[in-house]
């Protein structure tokens, strides 16, 4: 298959883009490909795919369901329960939600953690989008329960289980309070046998971090550090309450970090994130959404912009987290983090590519198109979403979008439902 996006805006000039396959052939003024499907670009600014690197997906399914409460009470009483319940067919249903929501709002990638493994996957491969998936794992501190986590990891990555390029497996140890440092050890090694990323909540809040010195005596990069399992595998969500001395052994251990602003704010968990101090150390940050009961949407246009203000705000500096910089770390810093040859318009790179509709009041006047798409947009500018080469969406339609949104609907009530039952 063949695309020839034409006369799109790429950094300021006119510009054509020849797609073969799912990567970049050509970037030219004027590109002559008879072939080619045609994808109008004028008028239309062209960025890479959005980079969600921490999500729950299916957790649309709790949009708006447990707000305004703090995290372990949110978790204890509102999320876990119900999550219990959940089904294979409430994961794909709100799977495929989370998709939509994504695609809709320019994101190509995504690095999620959920129950249910099999159900995503259904879901990426379906709607078309690239994904690091894993399976949240939990033990609780308790032998049998890592035993049979254990398992559960080493059944997803048998050699005859087939895999979708497109999606690649990762491990997803839940946090330091829900996890062992025996399994934590456990997990570090299959990654390594095994060549995988692995992704953990931490330091999200500073009563986990006071937990984690009252049970382990020391902070929870350090616990990390202590274990022997701090490598460039890891990425740590949110990584709110750290100090210098954690930055530097996250930098020399090369381990990435996601900031998810909105949830940050929401669940009141803190809002202080170290952004250049973790840059300038040299630590890859990356950032996320996370959950849509935490977050309650998947907009990645937001969550560029939430990051920088709040940036800005807390150390009273107008110069901190300038618009470009949160284009890279929704672009560049997730292709580095997830490992896929993405996240730059470049002849060669995979073709995941989005067309920002410039005739909207919020790109008007256009001085700078970088600081508007930050600063002034949200989702809703998002024209057109190419994924390996592929068109997800166009003129703002997604194919079936209706179904997924009613069938996810309906998975949503049901579960609620037997949860009250």
Not at 105 to 111: D, K, M, Q, R, V
Request: glycine share 8%; hydrophobic share 40%; aromatic share 6%.
């Amino acid at each position: 298959m063949e695309l020839l996006i034409q006369s799109a805006l790429l950094n300021g000039a006119s510009t054509d883009i020849h797609i073969v396959g799912n990567r970049i052939r050509r970037i030219a003024p004027a590109i002559d490909a008879p072939g080619a499907t045609r994808v109008d670009g004028r008028r239309k600014a062209v960025i890479p795919g959005l980079m969600n690197m921490h999500t729950h997906a299916a957790m649309t399914l709790f949009r708006g369901f447990g707000d305004d409460m703090p995290l372990m009470t949110w978790l204890n009483e509102k999320i876990w329960p119900n999550e219990a319940r959940l089904t294979e067919d409430d994961v794909y249903h709100g799977a495929r939600l989370a998709c939509a929501e994504m695609i809709r709002s320019g994101t190509t990638t995504f690095f999620d953690m959920y129950h249910h493994l099999d159900a995503t996957c259904a879901a990426v491969e379906e709607m078309g989008l690239r994904a690091v998936l894993s399976e949240a794992c939990f033990d609780r501190f308790r032998p049998e329960l890592a035993e049979k986590a254990r398992r559960l990891i080493a059944g997803r990555f048998h050699p005859s289980v087939p895999r979708n390029p497109r999606i690649r497996l990762a491990l997803g140890p839940h946090a330091i309070y829900t996890v062992s440092g025996e399994l934590l050890q456990w997990a570090f090694a299959f990654a390594e046998t095994h060549d995988l990323l692995i992704q953990i909540h931490l330091s999200e809040t500073e009563g986990e971090v006071e937990q984690c010195r009252a049970r382990f005596g020391t902070t929870p990069v350090r616990y990390l550090h202590r274990l022997g399992v701090l490598s460039p595998r890891w990425s740590l969500a949110h990584a709110l309450h750290v100090d210098e001395g954690e930055i530097e052994l996250l930098a020399e251990h090369g381990v990435k970090t996601v900031h998810n602003p909105a949830s940050n704010m929401k669940l009141a968990s803190g809002y202080r994130f170290r952004y250049r101090e973790m840059r300038a150390a040299g630590v890859t940050v990356a950032l996320g959404t996370d959950g849509c009961s935490s977050s309650n949407n998947l907009d990645m246009i937001e969550a560029m912009k939430l990051a920088s203000l709040l940036g800005k705000a807390w150390r009273n500096d107008p110069e901190a987290l300038p618009c470009e910089e949160m284009l890279y770390a929704a672009t560049e810093a997730g292709a580095s983090l997830s490992g896929f040859d993405a996240g730059r318009i470049e002849e060669g790179r995979l073709a995941d590519l989005c067309l920002i509709d410039l005739d909207m009041p919020v790109f008007t006047p256009n001085f700078n198109f970088t600081s508007n798409l930050v600063f002034a947009a949200n989702g809703s500018c998002v024209d057109t979403v190419i994924c390996d080469g592929k068109i997800l969406m166009q003129h703002r339609s997604i194919p079936g979008e209706g179904d997924i949104l009613e069938q996810a609907a309906r998975a949503a009530c049901d579960l609620v439902r037997r949860g009250n039952g």
